[in-house]
């Protein structure tokens, strides 16, 4: 955690929606309840509970709830809470309604729910996460972790993030840890040092380290930490002594290329590694050397993550041909970094191995034509059953759409297509429409915001995807669409108005004059049957 580090990456508290208050969870019990047991027309039409067993119920489904939405919150840890918010809303009322459906247990069911609760498996799962953010001092923790002191406990799993851990509250945990380290399997130190003094954090880091150094673990996530090169270090002894890890987290730690040496030389072993998530460092170039020899002897890697890293052309070759071993991956995000065109078509060579791929992410890497069409092709030949195609931001124009909607063709499990912030405008636009005509029943969404599209454009995107029977949403936002068009879309909408985005920031009379004189409002119909002929499977 070395100064200069922390300086660049301030780690503030900050105001999240999720996850929730412990309070807030009991009052939303609390609300459960009253909806098992007060007078509505579902409890005229299924019965009510009684007081005990819709209490009994009400902590289920609220726990269920939760569980279900923490897990969403996690996979997009960068949002404030409000997606993971609607869905425990909405997990809640789904499960109230199915409760009710059922109706009150009878006395066999409850005696069967009571034989099935003496028999159930204990505990494996120790999370104190949940609840408001903030300091853990020595006296809540002897309170908090004295469960993981009972003798022939069964937890598996701990996570202590959310938690900011003071060096007396480490003590305590230090042989509490190391007396159940061996059963051990999955390890959540993320944020679990926020605010505290440099020289205080990594104590604390030490502490944890040597109290669960010779653990088998298969899961650390040790993200959301400013770590550094100095907190890297500090995490030695846990790190040296892991052989069997299968998944890794080390995202919006402040990871510079120092640290990201010292996290290659701290991992000697990875063979078994699937996961390997990297979010939001500073690792730049150089560090992408050293992280490229992780990922090089990872052959197993199905999940890679190494977004917004600050890695350029020289670091995303590197990384590229890493890859290139890595022929289970499922799961690639490499987005917001400057990889260029050289990097792009490094990339395209590792890409055309992936049989498995279901999810690419490679938005905002200054692609360009001639990397985004390289990549294009190998996907075309690869990838399958490839579910999410994201190449935004990535300066693709018109020259390059065959070529695209080539590949787009060929992928017909998509279920979200993103080619915002690009130069597609109405001919790349129109071409990767008429691919999506033919099949693609499972297309859910698709993003073409800012691509310079006019009227004839977004009439054909619109009327294509608007028939699809899994559509949910569709932005064409920040275009260049007469007022006209608009109309003409909103119309095809008609039905389902919550599938179509806004259009607050559409200019109508956007665009160059060139443009604008030999695409008129009067020529849209003629340009548009133009480009509907169009071949868009050849390439040259």
Known sequence: MDATESKSQPRPFSIKLWPPSQNTRQMLVVRVTDNLTTKSIFTQKYGSLSKEEAEENAKKIEDGAFSTANEHY????????????????????????????????????????????????????????????????????????EPLKEPGNSYTKICFSNRSFGLEAARVAEPILASIKNQLKEVDLSDFIAGRPEAEALEVMNIFSTALEGSILKSLNLSNNALGE?????????????????????????????????????????????????????????????????????????????????????????????LDTCTHLKKLDLRDNMFGVEAGVALSKALSKYAGLTEVYLSYLNLEDEGAMAIARALKESAPSLEVLDIAGNDITAEAAPIVAACIAEKQHLTKLNLAENELKDEGAIQISKVLEEGHLQLKEVDMSINSIRRAGARVLARVVVQKPEFKFLNIDGNFISDEGIDEVKEMFEKFPDRLGSFDENDPEGGDDEEESGEGEGDEHELETKLEKLEVNKEE
């Open 74 to 145: 996690e996979k997009e840890p960068d949002g404030d809470g409000s997606s993971a918010v609607q869905l425990y809303a909405k997990e809640c009322s789904k499960q109230i309604l199915e409760v009710l459906k059922r109706g009150p247990s009878s006395k066999d069911d409850k005696e069967v729910l009571v034989s099935e609760e003496v028999s159930a498996p204990r505990d494996t799962v120790f999370d104190i996460s949940k609840g408001a953010r903030s300091f853990i001092e020595e006296k809540e923790a002897e309170e908090t972790l």
């Open 230 to 322: 100095k907190g890297v270090r500090a995490f030695g002894a846990l790190l040296r002594s892991q052989s069997c890890l299968e998944e890794l987290y080390l995202m919006n730690n402040g990871i510079s290329e120092e640290a990201a040496e010292a996290v290659c030389e701290l991992i000697p072993l990875t063979e078994k590694l699937r996961v390997l998530q990297f979010h939001n460092n500073m690792t730049g170039d150089k560090g992408a050397l050293a992280i490229s020899k992780v990922v090089k002897r990872s052959p197993l890697l199905e999940d890679f993550r190494c977004s917004s890293t600050r890695v350029g052309s020289e670091g995303g070759v590197a990384l590229s041909e890493a």
